[in-house]
């Protein structure tokens, strides 16, 4: 196994990569900057150079499972999100594809569940995260799409509650459990499966145990009120 993680100096791929190390599981570290190289070499990952915006085929090498954790930044406007939450999504599952990657993680949004429910603000980002989503489910390539939302920076709490939209007052899930979800998907072989979550009190490896070898959407929105 050796993992590629996309977007691994961001603020959720850094724990993604910080966990893959825990794990024991090689990794290439894809980075658009070559300043940022340390800090996972450190880690013990290999390191490629890529520009989301280019081609980055030559980042797919060699490897059997991919995460997809980059995003747009909130105040980069539409063409960034155009860029990166969708185009580059796409072209990510072109190139598994072609490579027969066995796994294809993608960290999306909650609130692609119902874009247009969105603020104006999201709406265009929330568009793109849904169009990048079906792509993916159409590319023919072994995947899983985790919609997770609100995100904190707080520590890991190792719980979450499954949720298929973005309401009002959900409580936040940190990016540390966001990483643990993508990595524990990729180690328990979960396949084939869109998982809306926010915080909550369902143990990670409990949701996660149910998805192996099921098929559809994981949710349940009862569960999304939890505390």
């Not at 090498?61 to 796409?90: F, K, L, P």
Request: hydrophobic fraction near 40%; include cysteine; glycine fraction near 8%.
């Amino acid at each position: 196994m050796k993992v590629l993680l996309i977007g691994a100096h961001g603020r959720t791929g850094r724990h993604i990569a910080r966990q893959l190390q825990a794990e024991s599981i090689p990794f290439r570290a894809m980075l658009r900057k070559s300043a940022h190289k340390p800090e996972f070499v450190a880690l013990g990952a290999q390191i490629v150079l890529g520009d989301l915006t280019e081609d980055f085929s030559h980042a797919f090498d060699d490897v059997t499972h991919v995460i997809y954790a980059a995003g747009s930044a909130e105040t980069e406007g539409v063409n960034e999100e155009r860029a990166i939450d969708r185009d580059a999504v796409e072209r990510t599952a072109d190139y598994a594809k072609r490579r027969r990657v066995q796994q294809l993680v993608v960290i999306s949004a909650i609130s692609a569940y119902c874009p247009e429910a969105n603020s104006l603000a999201l709406k265009h980002y929330s568009r793109m995260k849904r169009e990048s989503d079906e792509y993916v489910q159409k590319r023919g390539v072994p995947y899983v799409i985790l919609r997770p939302g609100p995100l904190s920076d707080e520590a890991a709490r190792g719980t979450i509650a499954l949720a298929s939209e973005r309401a009002a007052g959900a409580p936040a899930v940190s990016r540390e459990d966001v990483a643990r979800m993508a990595v524990e998907c990729v180690t328990r072989g979960v396949e084939d499966r869109v998982i809306g979550f926010v915080g909550g009190n369902l143990p990670i490896g409990d949701v996660l145990g149910e998805a192996v070898g099921a098929r559809g959407a994981l949710v349940d929105t009862a569960t999304a009120i939890q505390h």
